[in-house]
């Protein structure tokens, strides 16, 4: 019944703007948590941005802060990742996820192993390259 719907990845040029979104069903996101994870090729899945559910609180994992901003509409059911100055490290398959609400975003995006749904929705590949 829940759904995680991601999408708005492509390819970009080093330097360029994107903004992902996730479109949930089933279920309304002003009563969790939600962040956005990415796995790259051969690498482990890393917290990018999270959003606490009920303090209201974000968090951005250092490779990402000041580039990356995390936003959500209630109304919509929706959570945005507008993502600029984009680098090819930032290539990956990044992911939206429902987070427990009763934690702070830091420690929900960093233990999803302990604080994420089991709703991950199918990802968005992002690739930046020349």
Same mark, same amino acid.
């Given at each position: 019944?829940?759904?995680?719907?991601?999408?708005?990845?492509? !390819?970009?040029?080093?330097?360029?703007?994107?903004?992902?979104? $996730?479109?949930?069903?089933?279920?309304?996101?002003?009563? *969790?948590?939600?962040? /956005?994870?990415?796995?790259?090729?051969?690498? %482990?899945?890393?917290?990018?941005?999270? #959003?606490?559910?009920?303090?209201?609180?974000? @968090?951005?994992?250092?490779?990402?802060?000041?580039?990356?901003?995390?936003?959500?509409?209630?109304?919509?059911?929706?959570? *945005?990742?507008? #993502?600029?100055?984009?680098?090819?490290?930032?290539?990956?398959? *990044? @992911?939206?996820? !429902? !987070?427990?609400?009763?934690?702070?975003?830091?420690?929900? $995006?960093?233990?999803? %192993?302990?604080?994420? @749904?089991? @709703? /991950?929705?199918?990802?968005?590949?992002?690739?930046?390259?020349?």
């Amino acid at each position: 019944q829940v759904q995680l719907v991601e999408s708005g990845g492509g !390819l970009v040029q080093p330097g360029g703007s994107l903004t992902l979104s $996730c479109v949930a069903t089933g279920v309304s996101l002003d009563e *969790y948590g939600i962040g /956005w994870f990415r796995q790259a090729p051969g690498k %482990e899945r890393e917290g990018v941005s999270c #959003m606490g559910g009920t303090d209201g609180t974000t @968090y951005y994992g250092d490779s990402v802060k000041g580039r990356f901003t995390i936003s959500k509409d209630n109304p919509k059911n929706t959570v *945005y990742l507008q #993502m600029n100055s984009l680098k090819p490290e930032d290539t990956a398959v *990044y @992911y939206c996820t !429902l !987070l427990a609400p009763q934690s702070t975003a830091r420690r929900v $995006c960093l233990h999803p %192993e302990i604080y994420a @749904y089991d @709703y /991950w929705g199918q990802g968005t590949q992002v690739i930046v390259s020349s």
